[in-house]
């Protein structure tokens, strides 16, 4: 499940650069026929490159010659951004606008998955999940507390507040999930609101970047069996 809610969200983040990219192309060709000079700037921006490539392996001084390049490169973009104003647009319109300007729509900074890469394989995940079970996730929002009563029997707590007391340790004990968390245990009748509990941890921790496995135990116990 993890690797295909990944490749699944590496292909929209590959899908958001694509589009970034190309729009700014776009942009470009569009700008480049309405101002010539334009056209003249970005052709000599692309040669930057090989510019300073040719200047570290010259024999003259190397440093003073990439300086050049860089003060020169300063001067082509402001004139560039000047002309964009002049002719209506935006200083920064052949600019590529990610739709996530912190790992430009690679989905990694710093060799660490970016918090984009994160949301969209946690949703890919409850998307999975929600296939892959008769059960759809629920959420701590959708449990009421109505239905259990408010009156207890004499000298006990009712019902109501014990509810909202198990509610309350299921929703930290989703906030505060880790991989080394204990079990949680739940027993009592048919239709006390278990299964909506550990839909509602299930769904709470897949938000958080986890992934859950939700099967029964005969499932479970039937599944390892055909393992061995
Ligand atoms: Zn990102």
Known sequence: ????SYKRSMKTITGRRETALREAEER???VCFQVPRIREIQNQLQQTGGKIVKAVFSKQDSRTQIEQIM?????????????????GYPADYLEV?????FCEDTGYRQGHQCECLKKLIAENNALEFNR????SLASFDSFSLDYYPEEGALHAPSSRRIMAEILE???T???RFHQNAPSVLMMGDTGL???HLSLAIAGAIMKRGYTVLYVSAPDLFRKLQNEY
Request: charged share 25%; with cysteine.
């Open 193 to 195: 609101g278990k299964t």
């Open 1 to 4: 499940m993890r690797n295909e």
């Open 173 to 175: 004990y989703a906030a």
């Open 28 to 30: 470009t060709t569009k």
């Open 97 to 101: 606008e990610y739709f996530c300007r």
């Open 169 to 171: 340790f299921c929703q």
């Open 71 to 87: 003060l020169d490169n300063i001067r082509l973009q402001q004139e560039q951004s000047q002309l964009l104003e002049a002719s």
């Open 132 to 135: 892959g079970s008769s059960l």
